[in-house]
């Protein structure tokens, strides 16, 4: 992902690359800048905006400085926890630095979830199938975790009351129910990159909403999106969703 994000803000005309973090690969060449190993490099490049695409045990860190610094974040790193969320927010409302968080970065997986919430209302049982390449380390995916958390929420508001529930402590084998009434099932398989499909049921029909990544350009437009509007959007910001409109 660094090095597609890489290519795709340097392949931009409105963006300008002038720095790369990586302390694996400190010292490398990425798209004419030279890898650093540590987030000072982005101050003395001086970067208006970081985006983030590490692993949660170093995001939270990287955001820290970022707002210490008022330099925009744009994060997609995920396993984050709602603890960091609350963090994040609070950093990012004392000073100039704004941020950008999302589970997902593709338009199409932004739709789907929109899509899915829209639907979810009309139908009494629903179920989260989402899947990813074997590298992905969090389960489930924060695309799924904010889906399902949506999906029930808004099935709440649906004619007859609160959400159809399975009775008692179900299997392992029936996933996790991420939000009430909502499971989730997790799949790790190489050759996979990013896959959900959202399975709506009620009497004599199902509805499935499905969006695959199948590959990783699929996330950039919406991360230099972001980039160009982080600026504009003060403060904590959850989401693309706002910057589509929706």
């Given at each position: ?7 795709a803000?340097?392949?931009?005309p409105e963006?300008?690359?002038v720095a790369a973090?990586d ?7 990425a798209?004419?800048?030279?890898v650093?190993s540590?987030?000072?490099a982005?101050?003395r490049a001086g970067?208006e ?5 590490t692993?949660?045990s170093a995001a ?7 707002a210490e610094?008022a ?5 997609g790193?995920?396993?984050?926890h709602?603890e960091a969320?609350e ?7 004392q000073?100039?630095?704004?941020c950008i ?12 979830m929109r899509?899915a919430?829209?639907?979810?209302p009309?139908?009494?049982?629903v ?5 990813h390449?074997?590298g992905?380390?969090?389960?489930p ?6 889906t399902?958390?949506r999906l029930?929420?808004?099935r709440r ?5 609160s959400p159809?529930?399975g009775g008692g402590q ?7 129910e991420?939000?009430?009434?909502v ?5 790790r398989?190489?050759?996979?990159v990013a896959?959900?499909e959202v399975l709506?049921g ?18 950039m437009p ?7 509007e982080?600026?504009?959007r003060?403060g ?9 409109g929706l």
């Amino acid at each position: 992902m660094g090095r597609a994000i890489c290519a795709a803000v340097h392949s931009d005309p409105e963006l300008d690359l002038v720095a790369a973090v990586d302390p694996a690969i400190a010292g490398e060449a990425a798209e004419g800048v030279v890898v650093a190993s540590t987030p000072e490099a982005i101050g003395r490049a001086g970067a208006e905006v970081a985006i983030d695409f590490t692993v949660s045990s170093a995001a939270l860190s990287n955001a820290s400085w970022c707002a210490e610094n008022a330099v925009h974040a744009v994060i997609g790193t995920t396993g984050l926890h709602e603890e960091a969320f609350e963090q994040l927010a609070k950093m990012f409302s004392q000073g100039t630095a704004n941020c950008i968080i999302a589970p997902n970065f593709a338009i199409g997986a932004v739709l789907m979830m929109r899509f899915a919430e829209m639907a979810a209302p009309w139908f009494e049982t629903v179920e989260i199938i989402e899947l990813h390449h074997d590298g992905k380390l969090d389960a489930p995916s924060g695309t799924a975790t904010l889906t399902a958390q949506r999906l029930s929420t808004a099935r709440r508001a649906r004619p007859g009351g609160s959400p159809a529930r399975g009775g008692g402590q179900a299997p392992a084998a029936r996933g996790s129910e991420t939000a009430p009434g909502v499971r989730v099932h997790s799949v790790r398989l190489r050759g996979l990159v990013a896959h959900q499909e959202v399975l709506l049921g009620t009497t004599g029909q199902i509805l499935t909403i499905r969006h695959d990544s199948l590959d990783r350009s699929s996330f950039m437009p919406g991360v230099l999106l972001a980039t160009k509007e982080v600026p504009h959007r003060a403060g904590f910001t959850v989401g693309i969703e706002a910057l589509l409109g929706l």
